[in-house]
């Protein structure tokens, strides 16, 4: 599975986004988006996944294959 640029350089504007991928199982993508009182919650449409975290919000194109989109306290999960 392929990291979406948008990921990749949302983490490059802001150091507290943490965003790693792992190749075991099929692969995942899992992206931090550090310490927040906000919940957050993904969205997927179409071919697009939203994210929203209080008064942030971040769209990216979901990967080719993935299976699976969540979140979960702040991390959202990418997988195969």
Known sequence: MEMPPELEDVAGR???I???????DGGEIAVDFGPTDADATVDVVGDTAIVVIGDRQ???PVPE???DVTVNAGVLTIRD
Do not use: C, I, M, N
Not at 18 to 24: G, I, N
């Open 14 to 16: 802001d150091e507290q």
């Open 18 to 24: 943490l965003v790693t991928e792992r190749d075991h």
């Open 58 to 60: 971040f769209e990216f």
């Open 65 to 67: 294959g993935a299976s």
